[in-house]
């Protein structure tokens, strides 16, 4: 522990004194200007631009961008220089010799023009390449379609490479040590992600990720998402005018998918469409479980060991359509489906036994559980610009409905002493949500941005399940008391307003608040579940305060208060009963988590090198995990309480170096400490822990357009309150070819070669009890992809629509705790 807080004071050490040692001027001169885009003649937020000395290139002095194209540099001495301007998709613009002197020191540049890099081709459109991952002003960007070991994998193989984020083999996805995050696709929810992002990561194939944006210290204009922040995964969508697609397939050892899109654009009119399609073949694996009960004298003694296959498919498809109206006003909307099954069939030998009376009963269980999901989104949204920049206005409407159908039985052969019998059940889920937003942006002076807006939020959530029983000969019948319908409503209604300000000498504010309401009302049929209603209200502060140095580096601080609202998953009385010795249920009495977050941020950019360091606190009340509570001297359930409290401090690094012209490393290290505490949890294990996770990632681009990489991770066991779960680790290498004119690639990945299986082990204890499991789940996978693109585009079409109607707004509901897998038992 004490290491951890030396590393996080020298950290901060470096910073400041970084910071302080940029802050000395040389000079009395000044140089400014305004970039602008050569074709559609708007200005280039941004833009970066760097001073170097005439005679030896050196450079002295640098700056960005603003949003009118702006930029200024002070403090420079008398000399001769030339201003070098750079943007990615631009070519490199240097200026004519500059000249500062005693008698000339104000040098006034006027309008620096940029031309486009990219070709217009008959077929398709080459542009300047992306880095794999930039650090923009309020977040960082992992460009995923530039990484070649992602291809043919799923979302959540390319969030493994994301700096900040873990991911373990069940797709459970954390960013910086943290599971309340929250995953919008292209800036939305989706009911694909909505009641079990593990599941949603495998639904979404990586050849259809742009890139990842990650916003650790998100503004009070976000919902109160997690303690953690937002990862937005954008897919690839062209506006660019006419028409344009590409497919792609992947053929493996474990996965199978195929997907395609297709866009078409003409004047103010824009159509696009997608599909995906995947199938996972059944997964064999093995299980091993030990409980150990103790009483006085006598320990109680349960143990499983089994086989089980798992199998998943599924699909997806949605089309949009978008209409400029005019220069200032547009409108789009959007449908998206998507289905899911997956299946699960175990065998099992189940005992029990007692340290006196020695082996009591024995049965052989067999199990078939089903989950069939769909889900539908639909989303409008409108856009207002006005003539005076940053000035606009946007309205957005979202539906999105959701059904999850699970049944499952069970049955028991009994070995000795137990009655052979079988157990099934059904399960039917439902979630409705309706959301309403608006926002206003408006400019108070050139240095002043205020952000306005309201949202409504109105979800509606059902549960409806019932049980069954029958002896070995006999007809089902229900079993009293297991039958329920549940009923969960939860409205949401917030305001928020943020002002930004920019300073002189690099220096940005950020500063705003967020008011939401919450309405609860739960029903239930079951007289074991009470019904209740609840209504609170919460006040989200947020500050960021960061610095833009002329050496191309930046430091940030930021606060933000964070609630989490517990999901459907979370709240649901269900029992699942598929394993009888480890049920699960959720608790419809949970109370949102609540956190308070501080991060100290800093991040550097020097020839070919780049760094990003980070250190954050957070604090925790009301933490929702995972439980093991045990029900009888036999039998275990696993639901979900509130933790007292919860706090972390955590160091984050990111580095990248360029290696010659051909080889690129990348490497990411995140540690954290793990401090939780409950007077009503009992534990065998130390409330602190110190946790990390890790990767490393290595490109070498080869003549005749091959590329070669190597990825790897490691992260070690997650820990809560009862114990800790499986650590996790891989290697990837892939191998790409550009054909058909680099219009079609050819890939192939191996993931893990040096392991056909791999064993995850678990370990928990509370009070009275300890238990252990291991899961063994194949592991090695070759597939093979291929990719191609067509269609015919008009570049400078597209520049000029992209000026005059800029980013799109849409609907981000942030707030609810996503389900993740339960402790692995």
Partial sequence: ???????????????????????????????????????????????????????????????????????????????????????????????????????????????????????????VTVVGQRELVENKIDKLVYNAEKDVTSKGGDAGDVLRKVPMVSVDIDGNVELRGSGNVKILINGKPSSLVNNNVADAMKMIPSNEIKNVEVITSPSAKYDAEGTSGIINIVTKKTNIAGVSGNISGTVGTRTNRGNGSLSYRTGKFGFNAGFGGMYFYPQDGSKTFLKNQFSNDTTRITSQNGVNSRGRNGGNMNFGVDYDINKTNSLSSSVKVNRRLSTNDASLLASYSTNYEGLLSQSYNSSTNNSNRAGLDWSTDYRKTFKKPQQELSFSFQLSNDEDNTDFSNHFLGISQPLDSTIRSYNAGKSHEITFQGDYAQPVSNKILLEIGGKTILRDATSDYSYEYKLAEGDFLPLSGFANAFDYTQNVYAGYSVLGFTFN??????????????????????????????????????LTLAKNFADFSSLKVSYTKRIQRPSLRYLNPFIDTSDPL???????????????SFELGYSKFFGRTSLNASVYYRNTSDVIESIVVPLDSIRSAISYANISKSSSVGVNLFGSVQVGQKVTLRGNANVYTYNAADSRVTTLYSNTSILYNMNLNASWNLPKDFVVEMFGMFNSPKRTIQGKNPSFSMFNVGFKKDVLGKRGSLGLNLSN????????????????????????????????????????????????????????????????????DAQGQ
């Fill in 1 to 123: 522990m004490k290491k951890v807080y030396l590393i996080v004071l020298l950290c901060m050490a470096v910073v400041f004194a970084k910071a302080q040692g940029l802050s000395i001027q040389k000079g009395d001169g000044k140089i400014s200007g305004v970039i602008i885009d050569s074709l559609s003649k708007q200005p280039v937020d941004f833009a970066t631009v760097a001073l170097e000395k005439w005679t030896d290139s050196k450079s002295v002095n640098g700056s960005i961008s603003d949003e009118k194209g702006n930029f200024k540099l002070t403090g420079i001495g008398n000399g001769d220089y030339r201003l070098i301007v750079t943007f990615i998709g631009y070519k490199t613009t240097a200026t004519k010799k500059i000249t500062i002197s005693d008698q000339n020191n104000v040098v006034k540049l006027g309008k620096i023009f940029l031309a486009s890099s990219g070709k217009v081709l008959d077929e």
């Fill in 505 to 542: 000498k690099g220096y940005a504010l950020k500063i705003g608040g967020r008011l939401e309401r919450t309405e609860i009302r739960s029903n239930s049929q079951s007289s074991m579940i009470s019904n209740n209603s609840n209504s609170y209200n919460n006040f989200i502060p947020s």
């Fill in 582 to 596: 480890n049920s699960s249920f959720g608790n419809p009495n949970l109370l949102p988590e609540k956190t308070n």
């Fill in 753 to 820: 070669p040096f392991n056909k299986d791999r064993e995850f082990i678990s370990s928990i204890s509370g009070n009275g009890f300890n238990q252990y499991s291991q899961t063994s789940v194949p592991f090695r996978s070759l597939g093979v992809t291929f990719s191609y693109q067509f269609g015919k585009m008009d570049f400078r079409q597209q520049q000029q629509r992209s000026r005059s109607v800029g980013k799109k707004k849409g609907i981000q509901n942030d707030d609810l705790k996503q389900e993740s």
